[in-house]
């Protein structure tokens, strides 16, 4: 039985066994214990400093890369709104974007200035907050490539700017800490035409297009690329193209993309990823990582 702890004082809102469902791509999985959405950074700064030390701390995009297990998220989740989703041009060719931004979005208004170099978020489906904690990258550039810095929100409620060095950008990865909230990024590009930025940005969409299942749930790129390999071609090679559980499937079109046909539950598009990682490693010997996280209590 779920028990209801009062939580600090929030301008924004708080509902208690929150639907994750509902936005997260995949369309599957529990609920949040709390999912919480502040108003502002202030706001979420003042209640994360108010917050029980014990109670964890997940932000939550728009869940393009993310399996939520079918017994929900414990603790608070985060989501921020559009007004923290803003997106300002600044000299030097730089780019001020809310965590809460798409990544299209960022793109585009780069475009309109005239800032090349960021066209590559185009084919990044997340927030801006998302992509800086992973460290997103499409088409050859990722985030480290473009970040100046970003504003964090700590566990403890304190509001910090770390310049890029400090985030320690991996393959994949960052060093922002588990419960701290990316609020807000700085991205730096060249200048550029915006007739031929916008080109780029096409040239990319229709790419995405022809080659992955964009119109399906699903989760994005579901494992990581090996060193020197590609992991859809693994998956490929092992006969895993078009393979099934229940209503999971590798979809056929791109098959480092799962997908759920209509009723899977995340249990079984887990498990399909982990049969996946099976078969790759008994035909090739290599050994898949996810690059979808996998949050939650399972049922």
């Not at 985030?143 to 566990?155: F, P, Q």
């Not at 310049?163 to 200048?191: I, K, N, Q, T, W």
């Not at 998956?235 to 979809?251: E, N, P, W």
């Amino acid at each position: 039985m779920s028990v209801c702890y009062a939580l600090p004082p929030l301008k924004g809102s708080a509902e208690h066994q929150g639907s994750l469902a509902g936005f997260i791509w995949f369309r599957t999985g529990g609920p949040a214990e709390w999912l919480v959405r502040p108003d502002s950074t202030e706001d979420l700064a003042r209640f994360m400093a108010g917050l029980d030390a014990d109670m964890p701390v997940m932000p939550v995009g728009v869940g393009s890369n993310l399996i939520v297990r079918d017994g929900g998220i414990p603790g608070v989740v985060v989501r921020l709104p559009k007004s923290m989703a803003t997106i300002s041009v600044e000299p030097n060719n730089r780019v001020r974007a809310g965590a809460g931004a798409m990544g299209i979005t960022v793109a585009s208004a780069a475009r309109d200035a005239g800032i090349a170099g960021l066209e590559f978020l185009r084919g990044i489906p997340g927030t801006v907050g998302g992509a800086v904690r992973m460290n997103a990258g499409a088409y050859g550039r990722e985030v480290s490539d473009i970040l100046v810095e970003a504003t964090v929100v700590t566990r403890a409620g304190a509001v910090e700017t770390w310049r890029a060095e400090r985030l320690d950008y991996s393959y994949r990865h960052s060093a922002v800490p588990a419960g701290a909230v990316v609020v807000e990024a700085l991205f730096a590009g060249r200048p550029g035409e915006p007739a031929a930025i916008g080109a780029e940005m096409d040239r990319i969409a229709a790419e995405r297009e022809a080659s992955q299942p964009l119109r399906s749930r699903t989760g994005g790129s579901t494992f990581k690329n090996p060193a020197g390999e590609k992991a859809w071609a693994l998956i490929d090679a092992a006969g895993c193209r078009g393979l099934r559980m229940g209503d999971a499937q590798v979809s056929e079109k791109h098959c480092n993309f799962l997908l759920n046909l209509g009723s899977a539950a995340s249990s079984d598009i887990e498990a399909l990823g982990e049969e996946v990682r099976r078969r790759v490693k008994a035909h090739s010997g290599i050994e898949l990582e996810w690059e979808i996280q996998r949050v939650g209590d399972k049922a």
